[in-house]
């Protein structure tokens, strides 16, 4: 069964930091790329950051970049999200995900998502 | 960035009746649509993906269809474990992009 399970959520005041972690477990995590996504309180989905299975490519929106390093550690099965610089409007819970997926062509979509962990900025 | 635009943003519905839910890209994206299914206090879960696949576990009752521009969702005899909000996403082309939601209550 495959499992994602977020962590190092909290509140933080706005210009500091902040790393998420994210434990995958039932797959083989170096076979797939990751995703992260947020949602604001009672808001809808936003991308945040995706990473290739091997570390090696990084994306980011324009909301995020150079502020947001999304990264992974495949002998732990873990991919983080550090996060800088923060504002109000990074408030919201953020997901792990599994994708996009890559088989012929990288097909945008993600298949698990962890519970989430809730990120709250604010002083 | 492709807009996805859905509608209607709330719905309300009676047991046992079949709903249907729209999504309309701003541009062409051919079959690459996924739609996602959140229950009040949960994280999102694929239940569609390229338009019309059902992801793995996700009932029958569901079913997706449409391409280019203008997607849907159906829900056969809808029940009680369906109230839910429900999102589309096109997966076509980078970067994603999501619709904005559409909640489904029981009426």
């Known amino acids: 069964e495959v499992q994602l399970v977020e962590s190092g959520g909290g509140l933080v005041q706005p210009g500091r930091s902040l790393k998420l972690s994210c434990v995958a477990s039932g797959f083989t995590f170096n076979n797939y790329w990751m995703t992260w996504i947020r949602q604001a309180p009672g808001k809808g989905l936003e991308w945040v950051a995706s990473?290739?299975?091997?570390?090696?490519?990084?994306y980011y929106p324009d909301s995020v970049k150079g502020r947001f390093t999304i990264s992974r550690d495949n002998a732990k099965s873990t991919l983080y999200l550090q996060m800088n610089s923060l504002r109000s409007e990074d408030t919201a819970t953020y997901y792990c995900?599994?994708?996009?997926?890559?088989?012929?062509?990288?097909?945008?979509?993600?298949?698990?998502w962890g519970p989430g962990t809730m990120v709250t900025v604010s002083s | 960035d492709i807009q996805m635009t859905q509608s209607p943003a709330s719905l309300s519905a009676s047991l046992g009746e079949t709903v249907t839910i729209e999504c309309r890209a701003s541009e062409d994206i051919y079959n690459g649509l996924a739609w996602y299914q959140q229950k009040p206090g949960k994280s999102p879960q694929l239940l569609i993906y390229n338009a019309n696949n059902l992801h793995t576990g996700v009932p029958s009752r569901f079913s997706g269809s449409g391409s280019g521009t203008q997607f849907s969702l159906k829900i056969n005899s809808l029940q009680s474990e369906d109230v839910a909000s429900y999102f589309c996403q096109q997966c076509y082309d980078y970067p994603p992009t999501f619709g904005g939601g559409t909640k489904l209550e029981l009426k």
């Open positions: 990473i290739t299975n091997t570390g090696g490519t990084t």
């Open positions: 995900t599994r994708g996009p997926i890559t088989t012929v062509e990288t097909e945008w979509y993600f298949d698990f």
